[in-house]
T-cell receptor
Framework: GQNIDQPTEMTATEGAIVQINCTYQ??????LFWYQQHAGEAPTFLSY??LNGLEEKGRFSSFLSRSKGYSYLLLKELQMKDSASYLC??????????WGAGTKLIIKP | EADIYQTPRYLVIGTGKKITLECSQT?????MYWYQQDPGMELHLIHY???????EKGDLSSESTVSRIRTEHFPLTLESARPSHTSQYLC?????????????FGPGTRLTVL
């Protein structure tokens, strides 16, 4: 079966750095997405990785290791508005997105 | 402005009613999707479409149906709503590219069936 694992909840302090991990086992791989979802709202796109390595985009970076079935999202200089759920999703061999349950990130002052 | 629209945003109805959730996009996208999401849970794909006259069932068993008569419009219909249908329904669209499949989401419809 297909499976995506990420921690249910994480807590971090404003101004700090946090790393949200995602491991996956899917039938095929055509890329990995990270989305941000604020409570009661729709997901919004953050990043896409298909090659191994780190992609940096402002305060957010995403890393992929295809051989390990592993990705992480790194958030720097945390702000209160970063409190949200972060969803990891993998594009499988049929080009369908398989979604993780999301990691709820709580930012404390 | 390119966007995805869903109506209604909130709906409270009684058991047994027939309802249609509307979704329209002005993104020019061919692929469209319907997801169901309970609070704190993952998104479950219930229907998707590659384009006009194309509809496919997703991985979540559902008593809903969809139609795709126009590229920009992808309504979801529940013939007989039940309390188990209470959830958030998200519509999304993406370009018909096979190597990059970023999905853009509408604001969602929060459905409560009494």
């Amino acid at each position: 079966g297909q499976n995506i694992d990420q921690p249910t909840e994480m807590t971090a302090t404003e101004g700090a750095i946090v790393q949200i991990n995602c491991t996956y086992q899917t039938s095929g791989f055509n890329g990995l997405f990270w989305y941000q979802q604020h409570a009661g709202e729709a997901p919004t796109f953050l990043s896409y990785n298909v090659l191994n390595g780190l992609e940096e985009k402002g305060r957010f970076s995403s890393f992929l290791s295809r051989s390990k079935g592993y990705s992480y999202l790194l958030l720097k200089e945390l702000q209160m508005k970063d409190s949200a759920s972060y969803l990891c999703a993998v594009l499988d061999s049929n080009y369908q997105l398989i979604w993780g349950a999301g990691t709820k990130l709580i930012i404390k002052p | 402005e390119a966007d995805i629209y869903q109506t209604p945003r909130y709906l409270v109805i009684g058991t047994g009613k027939k309802i249609t959730l509307e979704c329209s996009q002005t993104m020019g996208h061919d692929k469209m999707y319907w997801y169901q999401q309970d609070p704190g849970m993952e998104l479950h794909l219930i229907h998707y479409s590659y384009g006009v006259n194309s509809t496919e069932k997703g991985d979540l068993s559902s008593e809903s149906t969809v139609s795709r008569i126009r590229t920009e419009h992808f309504p979801l219909t529940l013939e007989s709503a039940r309390p188990s249908h209470t959830s958030q329904y998200l519509c999304a669209s993406s370009a018909l590219l096979t190597d990059y499949n970023e999905q853009f989401f509408g604001p969602g419809t929060r459905l409560t069936v009494l």
